[in-house]
């Protein structure tokens, strides 16, 4: 993938660039945007097609979020129909949908993020201005597989031995009892044993300082200028007023000079992850096809 | 100049990103409000947390017990809201407390989402198991004293923790504060809130005495958290 090369900070500010209008904007354009470019992003990238459990769980959700609204919020001009004495208006099914685009496309770019800025990237940004919280994140990550792998040999080790192998219900859940008490105490001592190297190394002596793979080159310069510019525009013709929306009494879009700019630089946004991936996956058929 | 920058940051470009929010959100700022404050809040203490002088020893041993709750988390994945992150928080609350309680809380919360998934939720389950570890390293006094106020304690923390993800859940979904739709968010949630309050009994009742001995024997061994 592409995302390989480029520096982490560029990949959140593009994260942030893109969720934060759909998060927080009612103008259902962004939401539609955000929701096809993360659509098609996955659809370029997925090697499998998506889990019918997944398809299934995100339908439910829309759902839900789309029937939620109008429960509860009687405001708008077109009645449809009334339910309990209250009446049911198209502007608040509307309104719902609008949620639940917002609510989908957030949870698919959040997972198109876990997958382009992975943990280590993660703690590379965090490593400069919060270094101990970053070490603390990143040595439990290494302990979990760790942890997980003795508690193994020590499960092992118990049956080898005779004990907890009956399988009634009380003999493995005692076996589980000791094993984790076991972990317990041999983690914390392997803890101080760490620590103890760490110190040979000269670990929070002055003057160390937080070693990163990821290097700020010019080309990451060039995204973040020009990330950072369409950002400004984008929020500027938000803050101007013309890219407002609003669901009640009737559906109403303001229309501005710079409206149309605002949405055509947020699709280009939103579209740029899908393209690179898409211009990628071209370029690599066509070498393919040569060899 | 770290300080100054730091200093820079909170006064200036924290109300600038809330009023700033506030123009261009108009519709959706509590959603954004809520957001904020809950990244916010978690910034002090991690702050707090990278000037204080910490041995290399408490560190490592914060990391072993943030694995351990995130290993809980994932060995009981298949029972929804039945996780023992809580009563593991409240354990180092008691032992090593409240900002190690809030520490492990949190960050149990931020490493178990490289698992899970991370998502806009993250900074709330963040706030919310690091301030039931905060709190609990407050009142370790008497919490350490009587079982029966730890199990009250505890089962407190999971609806608290179950109420405050509901106010998270109807600002998401509905982006304004709707005090029916939080109503009908709690009764949804009903049931995972019980689940939260009685595991976190269960894993209290079971964890504290032996994993609050290992904790307390490495502390007098090793001269940790003083």
Partial sequence: MAYERIHPAVLALYFLSVTVPAMFSLNPVFHIAAFAGAVLFMILTEPEPPKARTVLWMSVLFIAVVIINPLFNHRGQTELFFLNGHAITLESIFYGVRNALCVLSVLLWCRIFNRMVSSEKLLALLGKHLPKTALLISSSLRLIPLLRHRAEEMRDTQKELGLYGTGEVTDRLAGGAKVFSMLVTWSLDHATAVSASMKARGYGLKGRTTYSIYRFGRRDAIRMALLLGIDAAILGVMASGQMAFSFYPVLTMERGAFTTAGIVLYCLLVFTAAFTEGKNRIQWNYYRSKI | ?226
């Fill in chain 2, 1 to 226: 100049m770290k300080k100054a920058v730091t200093i820079i940051l909170l006064c200036v470009l924290i109300p600038a990103v809330v009023i700033g929010g506030a123009i261009l959100f108009r519709d959706r700022f509590y959603t954004w409000l809520a957001v904020l404050v809950a990244i916010l809040s978690c910034v002090p203490f991690l702050y707090a947390f990278e000037r204080r002088d910490t041995t290399s020893k408490e560190l490592m041993v914060l990391a072993v017990m943030i694995a351990l709750s995130v290993i809980g988390r994932i060995v009981f994945a298949g029972i929804p809201g039945f996780k023992p992150v809580t009563a593991i928080t409240i354990i180092v609350a008691l032992s090593f407390g409240g900002e190690a309680g809030f520490l492990v809380g949190s960050l149990s919360a931020a490493v178990s989402n490289f698992y899970f998934g991370h998502g806009p939720w993250t900074p709330f389950q963040m706030f919310a198991w690091g301030i039931i570890g905060l709190l609990a390293g407050l009142l370790r006094k008497p919490l350490q004293k009587s079982r029966i106020l730890l199990c009250v304690f505890g089962a407190l923390a999971g609806i608290a923790y179950s109420l405050t993800m509901d106010v998270w859940t109807v600002l998401w979904s509905e982006g304004t504060f709707v005090l029916k739709g939080y109503l009908a968010a709690i009764a949804a949630a009903f049931p995972q809130t019980v689940v939260y309050a009685v595991s976190n009994v269960v894993f209290l009742l079971l964890l504290a005495g032996p994993v609050g001995k290992k904790l307390e024997r490495i502390k007098k061994k090793e001269g940790l958290f003083q």
